[in-house]
């Protein structure tokens, strides 16, 4: 396992980010100046709302459904015991959990910096405790993003999803121990899906031993390793940078910074390990029984994950929906970077869900989130949230087809009055604006088909001529003040962010861009719409913050990374502009499971194929595959494996010299906003954009 000490907050999509760095953070910040600070703002440059943000959220309470209060009952619905210990710490010795940091919502009263929505369902996952659900199955709720569910087999109990950490997962499991366990085993585990959030946890619970002895299966749906390992291992290093916006790492708990992530109140920061499963799920629909439960287990792949199960318990009428179906609107686009989602094969499901289980189900529950109880209530949620996903599927598309653009579709589609009026499908994980122009771009790509946008230029190309068009950068900043103060923030940012983009050390155009950003902030309903704003605030404000780079992949994860999955992504890492000129052919034979390779690099590419050698090779590279995940997880370089005889090589292995030499390791303090790199940071290159060796960053 490896501890996620130095990225700060857990990352419920990271899948395997193979070779991607972690920050760990110093507290000095690039820009940050001496200010007279507004009270009880965690940034001394931090501002209050304004009267114009006081009107948003104002108006937003207004039109909200606060009379149905039914989330609350059933969110307390249950409840055996609170867990005591507001820290969780990790196996590292920092703090894996903290619940502390969000005691600050449970004071009576509105927050006037928090959308009254937002702060409802942050306030509803302030849960931190041991719940009933029915007799024989139980939650742990509130100890990390997701949820961990207990079901009564006949020889011990049958794990749902341990969580994010194995600190979590393990206290989780010590509180259920100590109220309702009777000292019984773990039997089984399932992982409902493939995103972190769903498995990091296992070793918290059970050992490899006992699961590679078959004393504890671990049920998993088809391909569950191939997704889990590959959904975000290609662009891993954007998006656990994307994943600081979105999730808003740098934000501390506060109310006039970070208050929740909707789905549960943050990712632990522990120790993240995967066993990988010993039985898949592999038919549409498929009955098993597991320590003497009958389940009927429903595949749904391509819906909130790339494969994701649903499990029917029909002796107890309970139907668990995975993160099918939780008390939000879910991502159909993420803004860390995913494959887009498929929103209408998404209400399909929940719909083949519905008409196969829910007309009887009593008891729906969920990976986030609290349960609902009886027919009646289920059957609502689940025909809300199935025409949820159709209408914008389908509205969006109403839209497109009329000549909607990718650019536009976020301020003209609307969802239904009736659908707004329900709690479980507002925006508290996706949103309307950012899930609609999700929808567009996967039919239809980025381009609105106006070709003066086919190709654009650079931000930071076009910036200098808007500024120039518009007088320079005294009447931007005037004007743009103006219109700060008129309360126009989007159109203020408009104009400022091209100053920000043309002129990138500009303090004073940085200075109110993240205060048009902060108030931008304040009004969003979306964790991650408000966490990107103020994200964008602090750093534009602060600078990206310093310290040294660390890996955030487990070595389970890396472990069950394919050959091929590996040899792809080396493919990334190579800097074609550093391989010009160079050809040459490997054979990569791998014994003990009988793989064969061709690698061949030529016109600055590199590509490889699986099941073939090539007749006249450069150099024929043998090695185990087990002895190759050392090399692959940065234990033992392929240069020892040759040396001491594990790697046998023919023909000529200065090929694998240059191979190393036109690999890079990428910058995971890559610049969002300009100038907030910080001005002591090395420069290792004048290309922005030109990724830089390993060593170099650790001289």
Same mark, same amino acid.
């Given at each position: 396992?490896?501890?996620?000490?130095?990225?700060?907050?857990?990352?419920?999509?990271l899948g395997a980010a193979f070779a991607v760095g972690g920050l760990s953070f110093s507290g000095e910040g690039a820009h940050a100046q001496p200010a007279a600070p507004l009270?009880?703002?965690?940034?001394?440059?931090?501002?209050?709302?304004?009267?114009?943000?006081?009107?948003?959220?104002?108006?937003?309470?207004?039109?909200?459904?606060?009379?149905?209060?039914?989330?609350?009952?059933?969110?307390?619905?249950?409840?055996?015991?609170?867990?005591?210990?507001?820290?969780?710490?990790?196996?590292?010795?920092?703090?894996?959990?903290?619940?502390?940091?969000?005691?600050?919502?449970?004071?009576?009263?509105?927050?006037?910096?928090?959308?009254?929505?937002?702060?409802?369902?942050?306030?509803?996952?302030?849960?931190?405790?041991?719940?009933?659900?029915?007799?024989?199955?139980?939650?742990?709720?509130?100890?990390?993003?997701?949820?961990?569910?207990?079901?009564?087999?006949?020889?011990?109990?049958?794990?749902?999803?341990?969580?994010?950490?194995?600190?979590?997962?393990?206290?989780?499991?010590?509180?259920?121990?100590?109220? !309702? /366990? &009777? $000292? =019984?085993?773990?039997?089984?585990?399932?992982? *409902?899906?493939?995103?972190?959030?769903?498995?990091?946890? +296992?070793?918290?619970?059970?050992?490899?031993?006992?699961?590679?002895?078959?004393?504890?299966?671990?049920?998993?749906?088809?391909?569950?390793?191939?997704?889990?390992?590959?959904?975000?291992v290609y662009a891993g290093n954007a998006m656990n940078r994307r994943l600081f916006y979105q999730y808003g790492l740098l934000l501390p708990g506060a109310p006039h910074g970070? !208050? /929740? &992530? $909707? =789905?549960?109140?943050?990712?632990?920061?522990? *120790?993240?390990?995967?066993?990988?499963?010993?039985?898949? +799920?592999?038919?549409?629909?498929?009955?098993?029984?597991?320590?003497?439960?009958?389940?009927?287990?429903?595949?749904?792949?391509?819906?909130?994950?790339?494969?994701?199960?649903?499990?029917?318990?029909?002796?107890?009428?309970?139907?668990?929906?995975?993160?099918?179906?939780?008390?939000?609107?879910?991502?159909?686009?993420?803004?860390?970077?995913?494959?887009?989602?498929?929103?209408?094969?998404?209400?399909?499901?929940?719909?083949?869900?519905?008409?196969?289980?829910?007309?009887?189900?009593?008891?729906?529950?969920?990976?986030?989130?609290?349960?609902?109880?009886?027919?009646?209530?289920?059957?609502?949620?689940?025909?809300?949230?199935?025409?949820?996903?159709?209408?914008?599927?389908?509205?969006?598309?109403?839209?497109?087809?009329?000549?909607?653009?990718?650019?536009?579709?976020?301020?003209?589609?609307?969802?239904?009055?009736?659908?707004?009026?329900?709690?479980?499908?507002?925006?508290?994980?996706?949103?309307?604006?950012?899930?609609?122009?999700?929808?567009?771009?996967?039919?239809?790509?980025?381009?609105?088909?106006?070709?003066?946008?086919?190709?654009?230029?650079?931000?930071?190309?076009?910036?200098?001529?808007?500024?120039?068009?518009?007088?320079?950068?005294?009447?931007?900043?005037?004007?743009?003040?103006?219109?700060?103060?008129?309360?126009?923030?989007?159109?203020?940012?408009?104009?400022?962010?091209?100053?920000?983009?043309?002129e990138p050390q500009n303090e004073a155009a940085k200075d109110l861009l993240a205060d048009i950003f902060e108030q931008i902030g304040y009004q969003q309903e979306n964790p991650?719409?408000?966490?990107?704003?103020?994200?964008?605030?602090?750093?534009?404000?602060?600078?990206?913050?310093?310290?040294?780079?660390?890996?955030?992949?487990?070595?389970?994860?890396?472990?069950?990374?394919?050959?091929?999955?590996?040899?792809?992504?080396?493919?990334?890492?190579?800097?074609?502009?550093?391989?010009?000129?160079?050809?040459?052919?490997?054979?990569?034979?791998?014994?003990?499971?009988?793989?064969?390779?061709?690698?061949?690099?030529?016109?600055?590419?590199?590509?490889?194929?699986?099941?073939?050698?090539?007749?006249?090779?450069?150099?024929?590279?043998?090695?185990?595959?087990?002895?190759?995940?050392?090399?692959?997880?940065?234990?033992?370089?392929?240069?020892?494996?040759?040396?001491?005889?594990?790697?046998?090589?023919?023909?000529?292995?200065?090929?694998?010299?240059?191979?190393?030499?036109?690999?890079?390791?990428?910058?995971?303090?890559?610049?969002?906003?300009?100038?907030?790199?910080?001005?002591?940071?090395?420069?290792?290159?004048?290309?922005?954009?030109?990724?830089?060796?390993?060593?170099?960053?650790?001289?």
């Amino acid at each position: 396992m490896t501890t996620r000490r130095d990225i700060v907050h857990g990352l419920p999509t990271l899948g395997a980010a193979f070779a991607v760095g972690g920050l760990s953070f110093s507290g000095e910040g690039a820009h940050a100046q001496p200010a007279a600070p507004l009270a009880g703002h965690f940034h001394p440059k931090g501002k209050a709302p304004s009267r114009h943000t006081a009107e948003v959220l104002k108006q937003a309470r207004d039109g909200l459904p606060f009379a149905d209060v039914r989330d609350f009952e059933e969110q307390r619905r249950g409840l055996i015991a609170q867990m005591k210990q507001m820290k969780i710490m990790a196996e590292g010795g920092h703090v894996a959990w903290d619940m502390e940091q969000f005691r600050f919502l449970d004071a009576p009263g509105e927050f006037d910096s928090i959308h009254p929505s937002l702060l409802r369902i942050s306030r509803l996952n302030n849960n931190y405790g041991l719940y009933e659900v029915v007799p024989g199955i139980y939650q742990v709720r509130g100890f990390d993003l997701s949820d961990l569910t207990m079901v009564r087999g006949r020889t011990g109990w049958i794990v749902f999803d341990p969580l994010v950490s194995a600190e979590t997962a393990r206290a989780a499991w010590t509180l259920f121990q100590e109220h !309702v /366990g &009777q $000292g =019984l085993p773990i039997s089984a585990v399932i992982y *409902s899906h493939t995103h972190v959030d769903h498995w990091g946890g +296992v070793r918290g619970l059970v050992t490899e031993e006992d699961v590679r002895s078959g004393k504890v299966p671990i049920i998993a749906p088809v391909d569950f390793m191939a997704h889990t390992v590959a959904e975000n291992v290609y662009a891993g290093n954007a998006m656990n940078r994307r994943l600081f916006y979105q999730y808003g790492l740098l934000l501390p708990g506060a109310p006039h910074g970070y !208050v /929740g &992530q $909707g =789905l549960g109140q943050r990712g632990s920061a522990g *120790s993240v390990g995967l066993i990988a499963p010993t039985r898949l +799920v592999e038919k549409p629909i498929e009955e098993i029984e597991v320590d003497g439960v009958r389940m009927i287990f429903q595949n749904t792949p391509n819906t909130e994950a790339p494969r994701e199960m649903n499990t029917y318990i029909p002796d107890l009428k309970a139907l668990w929906m995975a993160e099918n179906v939780t008390a939000t609107l879910h991502n159909i686009y993420t803004l860390r970077g995913a494959p887009v989602r498929d929103p209408l094969n998404w209400s399909k499901y929940i719909a083949e869900a519905l008409y196969r289980f829910g007309l009887e189900a009593e008891v729906m529950l969920a990976s986030h989130h609290w349960p609902r109880w009886g027919n009646a209530r289920i059957q609502e949620v689940l025909r809300a949230q199935r025409d949820l996903y159709a209408h914008m599927n389908n509205q969006v598309l109403h839209l497109a087809n009329q000549g909607v653009t990718i650019n536009q579709i976020h301020n003209v589609y609307a969802l239904p009055t009736s659908l707004q009026q329900k709690w479980e499908c507002r925006g508290y994980h996706g949103s309307a604006q950012h899930n609609a122009r999700g929808v567009v771009q996967r039919f239809l790509g980025f381009w609105d088909c106006n070709p003066a946008t086919l190709i654009p230029l650079s931000p930071s190309d076009s910036a200098p001529l808007y500024v120039e068009m518009m007088g320079g950068a005294d009447k931007i900043l005037a004007r743009g003040r103006q219109l700060h103060d008129e309360g126009r923030y989007l159109l203020a940012q408009e104009i400022v962010n091209k100053l920000v983009q043309a002129e990138p050390q500009n303090e004073a155009a940085k200075d109110l861009l993240a205060d048009i950003f902060e108030q931008i902030g304040y009004q969003q309903e979306n964790p991650g719409l408000r966490n990107s704003f103020l994200s964008g605030a602090y750093e534009l404000r602060s600078g990206i913050p310093q310290g040294a780079a660390a890996s955030t992949s487990s070595p389970d994860v890396i472990r069950a990374m394919t050959t091929e999955l590996f040899l792809n992504f080396l493919a990334i890492r190579m800097d074609s502009r550093k391989a010009e000129g160079l050809r040459f052919t490997i054979n990569l034979v791998t014994p003990d499971n009988g793989e064969t390779f061709v690698v061949e690099l030529e016109n600055a590419t590199l590509t490889s194929i699986a099941g073939f050698q090539a007749d006249k090779p450069d150099l024929t590279l043998t090695i185990d595959r087990s002895a190759l995940e050392q090399t692959m997880m940065g234990a033992k370089p392929l240069e020892a494996q040759i040396a001491d005889g594990t790697a046998r090589v023919q023909g000529d292995v200065g090929v694998l010299a240059k191979l190393a030499a036109t690999m890079v390791d990428f910058d995971p303090r890559f610049e969002v906003m300009p100038g907030t790199r910080h001005p002591a940071g090395p420069i290792y290159h004048a290309d922005a954009y030109q990724a830089v060796p390993d060593r170099a960053i650790a001289e």
